[in-house]
């Protein structure tokens, strides 16, 4: 698990929706959804939400006016969730906190998502075992981890260990660390799950404008302000050598970059 965690800090919430939703947690979660089956009556949790892509999307996919959550520890992802959301009605319940420890009651929930967040857990089997907590008997839980580093992150790594530091260049990589195909299916079946299942799906991880997309990337990352605080002159270089590594990947004006991860889901036993 990363040391680092994944904590944002000042606009850096916005710029992560803005960003890197539509280039790749959106269309990871219409992915992750096509492996989970959703029904109208569902309670649905989504544990380290983010700015909510997650629950807005289990939304879109059934009943509106169904009961939905987010919870996640970063105050600046759950106040943009927020007001994304603030027409909503019934509204999306938003909650700060981590997720070793909810707010919610035993069994309040029938589907837990957790996408791209487990890997910042101070403990994955605590937050498993506080997912079963908030899951009721036969309710079904979604864990989606990247299945090894992204292309266009391990030339960003490069690129920041070059220009920056290897510290920053390590923390880049945080989000991709966690060996989640290997470790959940016993942190699962001991937490109380069964019939887990490890699936690998393929996003594409569209970047669009490099040259204007790639400071956002770098700077809804918690190694951004580090870099950032290189000046502008790192920075470009930055994107400049990210740009050549991923020739292969230009279609265009956009990088198209394909990424694979694993949802990993089971039922409450
Ligand atoms: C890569 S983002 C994924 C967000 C969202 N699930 C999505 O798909 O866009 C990781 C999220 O995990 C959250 N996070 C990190 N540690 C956490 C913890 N201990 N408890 C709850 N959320 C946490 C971060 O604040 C961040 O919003």
Redesign the pocket.
Known sequence: MSQS????SGNAAAI?EDQ??PAM?GP??DATLNVVTLFNDDIVL?????????ARKVRDKIDSASRIAG????EG?IATARLITEDFDPPIRWEV????KTPFKDGEFTVVF????IQ???DDQV?VVEMRRVLRKGGRVAI?VWAGVSPFFRALADAIERHVDADAAEQSLA?FSYNGAERLPSILAAAGFRDVKVETITVNRVIADPSTSIPKEIMGNPVGPTVDAKGIAVMNAIVDEVRLDCLRFERGNELVVPQEAHPVTAVAV
């Open positions: 965690g994944f904590q944002l992560y890197k939703v947690f990871l979660a989504d544990v380290a939400c983010g700015t909510g892509i997650v919870v996640d520890l970063n992802m906190a981590d997720a070793t957790c996408q791209q967040g910042f857990f101070p937050a989606t989000p």
